[in-house]
Protein backbone atom coordinates (compact mmCIF):
# COMPACT_ATOMS: atom_id res chain seq x y z
CA UNK A 1 0.00 0.00 0.00
CA UNK A 2 1.13 3.45 -0.72
CA UNK A 3 -0.51 5.47 2.37
CA UNK A 4 1.36 8.67 3.31
CA UNK A 5 3.86 8.34 0.49
CA UNK A 6 2.83 11.76 -1.12
CA UNK A 7 6.22 13.99 -1.76
CA UNK A 8 6.35 18.30 -1.95
CA UNK A 9 5.43 18.94 -5.48
CA UNK A 10 7.29 22.06 -5.36
CA UNK A 11 4.75 23.92 -7.42
CA UNK A 12 6.24 21.69 -10.87
CA UNK A 13 5.27 19.14 -13.13
CA UNK A 14 6.52 15.72 -12.53
CA UNK A 15 9.12 15.65 -14.99
CA UNK A 16 10.81 19.03 -14.21
CA UNK A 17 10.79 18.13 -10.28
CA UNK A 18 12.63 15.23 -11.19
CA UNK A 19 14.83 17.33 -13.21
CA UNK A 20 15.50 19.89 -10.48
CA UNK A 21 15.77 16.79 -7.60
CA UNK A 22 18.68 15.22 -9.54
CA UNK A 23 20.56 18.32 -10.36
CA UNK A 24 20.12 19.34 -6.87
CA UNK A 25 21.36 16.11 -5.79
CA UNK A 26 24.60 15.93 -8.07
CA UNK A 27 25.64 19.63 -6.92
CA UNK A 28 25.13 18.43 -3.12
CA UNK A 29 27.07 15.60 -4.51
CA UNK A 30 29.96 17.73 -5.94
CA UNK A 31 29.95 20.92 -3.83
CA UNK A 32 28.93 18.95 -0.62
CA UNK A 33 26.93 21.93 0.81
CA UNK A 34 24.61 24.63 -1.61
CA UNK A 35 22.58 27.43 -0.60
CA UNK A 36 18.87 27.47 -2.01
CA UNK A 37 15.10 28.41 -0.67
CA UNK A 38 12.14 25.48 0.46
CA UNK A 39 13.46 23.10 -2.77
CA UNK A 40 16.28 21.46 -0.77
CA UNK A 41 13.56 19.71 1.57
CA UNK A 42 12.80 17.57 -1.49
CA UNK A 43 16.11 16.63 -2.11
CA UNK A 44 17.40 15.45 1.20
CA UNK A 45 15.48 12.71 1.48
CA UNK A 46 16.91 11.76 -2.29
CA UNK A 47 20.38 12.59 -1.09
CA UNK A 48 19.97 10.26 2.29
CA UNK A 49 18.80 7.62 -0.23
CA UNK A 50 21.94 7.89 -2.53
CA UNK A 51 24.27 7.89 0.63
CA UNK A 52 22.30 4.78 1.87
CA UNK A 53 22.95 3.06 -1.54
CA UNK A 54 26.51 4.64 -1.05
CA UNK A 55 26.95 2.78 2.16
CA UNK A 56 26.01 -0.61 0.42
CA UNK A 57 28.69 -0.15 -1.84
CA UNK A 58 27.82 -2.88 -4.57
CA UNK A 59 27.43 -2.73 -8.35
CA UNK A 60 23.82 -2.67 -8.34
CA UNK A 61 23.38 -0.11 -5.77
CA UNK A 62 25.96 2.11 -7.93
CA UNK A 63 23.91 1.18 -11.14
CA UNK A 64 20.92 2.25 -8.97
CA UNK A 65 22.75 5.59 -8.16
CA UNK A 66 23.99 6.26 -12.03
CA UNK A 67 20.62 6.32 -13.08
CA UNK A 68 19.15 8.38 -10.30
CA UNK A 69 21.82 11.09 -11.24
CA UNK A 70 21.45 10.71 -15.08
CA UNK A 71 24.83 8.82 -15.37
CA UNK A 72 27.27 11.69 -14.23
CA UNK A 73 29.97 8.87 -13.38
CA UNK A 74 32.21 11.73 -11.65
CA UNK A 75 29.34 12.23 -8.93
CA UNK A 76 28.62 8.54 -8.20
CA UNK A 77 32.14 7.72 -8.20
CA UNK A 78 32.68 10.74 -5.26
CA UNK A 79 29.46 9.47 -3.72
CA UNK A 80 30.91 6.40 -3.17
CA UNK A 81 34.55 6.74 -2.33
CA UNK A 82 34.57 10.27 -0.57
CA UNK A 83 31.23 11.04 0.98
CA UNK A 84 29.47 7.30 1.74
CA UNK A 85 32.82 6.41 4.38
CA UNK A 86 32.15 9.40 6.03
CA UNK A 87 28.26 8.11 6.92
CA UNK A 88 29.53 4.12 7.15
CA UNK A 89 28.84 4.49 11.34
CA UNK A 90 25.90 5.70 10.80
CA UNK A 91 22.19 4.30 10.90
CA UNK A 92 20.86 3.82 7.27
CA UNK A 93 17.90 6.13 6.22
CA UNK A 94 14.26 5.09 6.90
CA UNK A 95 12.34 5.62 3.10
CA UNK A 96 9.75 7.74 4.49
CA UNK A 97 8.40 8.99 0.87
Do not use: C
Amino acid sequence: MRHQKTKNKLSRSSAHRKSLLMNLSKEIIEHERIETTRRSQGGQAEIEQLITLAKRGDLHARRQALSTLAQDKFAVHKLFEEVAPRYADRPEATRAS
